[in-house]
Each structure stands twice: as C-alpha cells, then as structure tokens.
Nanobody
Framework: QVQLVESGGGSVQAGGSLRLSCVAS????????MAWFRQTPGKEREEVAS??????TVYADSVKGRFTIAKDNSKNLYLQMNSLKPEDTAMYYC??????????????????WGQGTQVTVSS
C-alpha cells in the first residue's frame, strides 16, 4: 500500500524560504512521475512542479526560478521554495503516479496523494 506523508509547511514572511518533504512508502515503480500540487479554497488544484523517473523536471511558470523539485533514491520527494510570495499561500500536496510524466495531464495522471501541508506567506 502506497503512502505519501508531507511535512515542512508553515508560516513565513514574503521573501522567505521553506522546504517541503514527502516521505513515500510502498511506492516502488521504476517508471514513475511525482509532483507537487497546491490548492486554495474555491480553486482547482494546480500542478506546481513534477519530476519523472529519469529526473526530468517541469515547473509552473509562476514558480520557475524560485522553486526546485527533487527526489532521492527512496523516492522521497522535496520542494525547495525560495523568494516566497503571498500568492504562494496554499495547501501543498505530494502526488505520485506509476506512469511517466505527461505535460498538461494534470491531477488525473496521479494515483496516490498525500494529506497536504499548509504554506502561508504573509506580506
């Protein structure tokens, strides 16, 4: 059974940094895609960044140059967030798929989700 558990969220002032972590258990697909999504109340879940089994990454335009996605050999997932802005405030979710990443596929690509960790950026 796959489990994804996020941590690292919190409150920070604009311009600050946070590092999110997602510990994956039971997730052993050699071909895979993992991603971070975020969601604010009343809005659709937005894909922030993804990374596939070959290490290729894709970022939303809104976070390019500020966020970095990474994973380790245990398929634990990370999101380094720098130069945070108030508009980055959201619940952040870790997601995993047993397929390769597909640009534009959105949340339908992903089979497994974490419970979320809240990020709040104040101005």
């Amino acid at each position: 059974q796959v489990q994804l558990v996020e941590s690292g969220g919190g409150s920070v002032q604009a311009g600050g940094s946070l590092r999110l972590s997602c510990v994956a258990s039971g997730y052993s697909y050699s071909r895979h895609c993992m991603a971070w999504f975020r969601q604010t109340p009343g809005k659709e879940r937005e894909e922030v960044a993804s990374i596939d089994s070959d290490g290729a990454t894709v970022y939303a335009d809104s976070v390019k140059g500020r966020f970095t996605i990474a994973k380790d050999n245990s398929k634990n997932l990370y999101l380094q967030m720098n130069s945070l802005k108030p508009e980055d405030t959201a619940m952040y979710y870790c997601a995993a798929s047993h397929r390769y990443c597909q640009v534009g596929a959105g949340q339908d690509l992903y089979n497994y989700w974490g419970q979320g960790t809240q990020v709040t950026v104040s101005s």
